[in-house]
RNA sequence: UGGGGGAUCGUAUAAUUGGCAGUACGGGUGACUCUGGAUCACUUAGUCGGGGUUCGAAUCCCUGUCCCCCAGCCA
């Protein structure tokens, strides 16, 4: 384990295309992002994926990342939002510098822009009715309409736009809209909204604007006033990126910046949105925005979690375009791998049961040594413990008649009390109901930090002092939501019917040791058995103490005893496919019915060449691919050899370009695939030379023999490359040998590149296949 | 039904861009233990289905299926 090789880090799919942005110097190695929010609610975790994204690729990259409250809506937005929002983001340890920034100052600017709009002809003002521009939307399937007034003159518009600004219309009398394409198949470009009337205060603008811009006019150009490079947003913007380009393109030159969409966080057990979050606050299902079940950042400061927790955890999720929703575990995992670390250990008892040790001399009391650190935590501190005659321990701590495998207190058995003595249990009383009242038990004085001799005690349990335990209120939280997806009201619900009613438990009489008393109140503990707490920071107070549970410890022993359910869910099984017409295919046939040329080509293609009816179909599709191919059918007679290469190889490379646009023509690329028949050069290297072609046109034969390309199977020539490369790999070789027979793979393309892709592969194979057995 | 996205162990996410399907969480088993925590070891389990190209396919081609988004004067 000498060599640490830096391994190439793994980006995901935005820092992918930065990096690549970076190398082309796109933006000159400028690296901006932003973190957008509207200032109309609270921050929650799925927010902090957001900031961490745009934040963490703006830093690694040298780069900044602006705050920018997209504050275009005046009727929800809030300054104390704003300042909310601030707290958070900088309680998450992110920092913005001086780049703070409110769309609501770039008012003047976007009417500016506006005008710039409607002068080119590119907006006009619409003075249909809210109602009257849904109907001539149009449909999903079907085309939208023009607005009778979508061609009033630059004249009219800007004066109406004037108007607009001035307030001499009412609410909804006008609108501006961008004149785009009211029959586009995307929904966003049939004439979007860029302004709206709104006779409403604005936060910080007061009562300055009457008319407001729409977050498909105003966005963009924020990001482009603030020389954004990289516009991260969610994946329900995909469709209004034609939006965002539309409008950059109009107004701004490149390098300006571009959008790119990655998917949003979503929780097992919880809520997302900011109108269910807001539902719930204000419907009293929770105590308020900082509730600790809620995953708002002010939730989860208040419950105690860390920041550093929160990104870790969201860092692990990644980032990706799926949809998906990540299970409570990892985040709970987190939280604990974060608290191991920075958690001390106390003791406190939740729900008590009283212990009396009747050897142990009454009005006696000894202050143990406790370290705050186990063993396996590298920290260094203690502090006393107080232990006396009377003591509490958890109730579920003993046991009258103990389970198999029970390693705590029952009847007759010993235990030993964490930092302290083994104690035995003599006798359990009893109220009249037969309720276990109070254990007798015994204590070995020779048992304080050392083992009890001649036997062996199994389990250690937590305990306080009755007399100096200091009285608590405890509070514990569990999901918000009996169902991992609230959100999927399929069976007529709405997602408060999911609502887990035990999602938070009160425990008023539960006792902590006293030494906590001279900590900082905001210290995090882990009390001993139980799990991570912290005081509570708007309930708790000296004389009347609050913990909130962080989060509980792993519980290996209740798993074992009552076996949850699996939770994995059972694949779903496709229902028998109906027939539905494919749409490439279609038109393929489509063609060939319209066009009895093409409908010939493929006859012959099945009859006369014998093709498969795939390839025979794809051939015939169209005019000038089935030209393609006859002319490198005239070049190279073998059809089933030609068809393999234009439908399978060459369909990859060209990817959106089409067969017209090709830099050269059928007859060439027939002389490259009989090059490859012939075997004269091998199927990778046809690839080489089509990618050539490709970049720069030209005649296979031409760029075979200036490259000097010639297949090897010749197996001397092969043999001492191969026993070159399995003696440089000489744990794979025997790894192969132990029946890790994918490794050939690995081999293969060793030799592939060793040869620069010149190697007949299956001599390649063979051979390697006779040395590796050898 | 039009358009835009997407599909890899139970979950999330990788795969040198055609070459060993890996990592983490979870689950299981065991070791250790003055926390039934932590740690350690082992283990479990996957390329949406069907065809094709290739020596070799998660990756390329064809085809089918399923999921998400879009018809706010919200963002």
């Known amino acids: 384990m000498n060599n640490t090789t830096p391994t190439p880090e793994k980006k995901d799919f935005i820092r992918e295309i930065v990096a690549e942005d970076n190398r082309t110097g796109r933006y000159g190695g400028r690296v901006v992002t932003r973190f957008p929010p509207e200032p109309n609610g609270f921050l929650h975790i799925g927010h902090a994926k957001s900031i961490s994204l745009n934040f963490g690729v703006a830093e690694e990259n040298g780069g900044v990342c602006h705050l920018r409250f997209d504050d275009t809506n005046p009727e929800t937005e809030d300054m104390s939002y704003v300042e909310s929002i601030q707290r ?42 809210e109602e009257e521009i849904r109907v001539y939307r149009g449909t999903v399937t079907e085309p939208g309409r023009n607005s009778p007034y979508r061609e009033r003159s630059v004249e009219e518009n800007l004066e109406l736009f004037r108007r607009m600004r001035a307030g001499e219309f009412p609410d909804g009398a006008h609108v501006l809209r961008a004149k785009i394409d009211m029959a586009s198949p995307n929904m966003k470009m049939r004439d979007p909204l860029l302004y709206r009337i709104r006779h409403a205060s604005h936060y910080r603008r007061g009562d300055e604007w009457c008319i407001y811009p729409m977050y498909d006019f105003a966005h963009p150009l924020e990001d482009a006033i603030e020389n954004v490079t990289h516009s991260l947003c969610t994946l329900e913007f995909e469709n209004n ?108 008892v ?45 109730r579920e701590d003993f046991a009258e008649e103990p389970p198999r495998g029970f390693k705590r207190l029952s009847p007759g058995q010993e235990v030993r009390l964490r930092h302290s003595y083994v104690i035995k249990c003599e006798e359990v009383i009893r109220d009249e109901l037969g309720r276990v009242l109070e254990l007798r038990c015994t204590y070995d004085p020779t048992t304080l930090g050392a083992r009890p001799r001649g036997r062996k005690v199994k389990g250690a349990i937590h305990w306080v002092s009755a007399e100096h ?155 000038t691919t089935a030209a393609f191919f006859d002319a490198a059918l005239a070049a190279h007679n073998n059809p089933k050899s030609l068809a393999n290469w234009i439908n399978n190889v060459l369909q990859g490379e060209i990817k959106d370009a089409t067969i017209a646009s090709l830099p050269f023509g059928g007859a060439e690329f027939g002389k490259l695939v009989a090059l490859v028949d012939a075997k004269t050069i091998s199927h990778n290297q046809g690839k080489q030379v089509l990618a050539e072609m490709l970049a720069n046109g030209g005649d296979p034969e031409t760029i075979v023999a200036a490259k000097g390309m010639k297949q090897i199977s010749d197996a001397d020539a092969l043999a001492p490359i191969i026993d070159q490369i399995m003696a440089d790999n000489a744990g794979k070789v025997s790894a192969y040998r132990n029946g890790k027979i994918g490794l050939l793979g690995f081999f293969m393309g060793q030799v592939m590149r060793q040869t620069g892709g010149k190697a007949n592969p299956q001599l390649v194979k063979t051979l390697l296949e006779e040395k590796l057995s050898a």
């Open 241 to 348: 990126r034609a939006v965002y380009d539309w409008l950059l393109d109009s107004l701004f030159d490149e390098p300006r910046p571009h959008q790119y969409e990655f998917a949003r966080l979503a929780l097992d057990y919880t809520v997302m949105s900011k109108r269910k979050l807001l539902q719930l606050v204000n419907e009293g299902y929770v105590s308020g925005w900082d509730d600790p079940r809620m995953f708002t950042i002010s939730g989860l400061r208040r419950r105690g979690v860390t920041p550093e927790a929160i990104r870790t955890f969201v860092e692990r999720v990644g980032v990706a375009k799926v949809n998906s929703r990540v299970e409570t575990v990892l985040l709970e995992h987190t939280i604990r791998d974060d608290l191991n670390y920075r958690a001390r250990r106390v003791m406190a």
């Open 350 to 394: 939740l729900d008590p049961l009283k212990v009396v040790i009747s050897n142990y001399p009454a009005g006696a009391e000894e202050w143990l040594d406790a370290d705050y650190w186990p063993r396996d935590i590298p920290r260094e501190g203690t502090r006393k413990v107080p232990f006396g005659r009377t003591i509490y321990i958890e």
């Open 88 to 129: 958070d983001i900088r309680w998450l340890g992110f920092d913005w510098g001086e780049h703070l920034y409110f769309a609501s100052d770039y008012f003047e600017q976007f009417y500016a822009f506006a005008v710039r709009l409607i002068e080119a002809g590119r907006a006009y003002v619409d003075s249909l009715s």
């Open 469 to 623: 335990a200091l009285p608590a209120e405890v509070r514990l939280y569990d999901r918000l939501f009996a169902r991992a997806n609230p959100d999927d009201t399929s069976e007529g619900k709405t997602f408060k019917d999911y609502l887990n009613p035990n999602s938070l438990i009160t425990l008023d009489r539960a006792f902590v040791e006293p030494s906590i008393a001279a900590d900082p109140t905001d210290t995090r503990y882990q009390f001993e058995r139980q799990g991570y707490f912290i005081q509570d920071a708007v309930d708790s107070r000296p004389e009347a103490l609050v913990f909130n549970r962080i989060i509980g410890l792993r519980d290996t022993w209740t798993k074992r005893a009552e076996p949850a359910p699996q939770a994995g869910a059972s694949r779903p099984v496709d229902p028998a496919g109906m027939v539905v017409e494919g749409t490439r295919s279609e038109a393929r046939d489509r063609a060939r019915a319209e066009n009895p040329p093409l409908q010939a080509a493929y006859e012959r293609y099945r009859t006369e060449f014998g093709l498969e009816e795939q390839d025979a179909d794809l051939l015939s599709g169209d005019l």
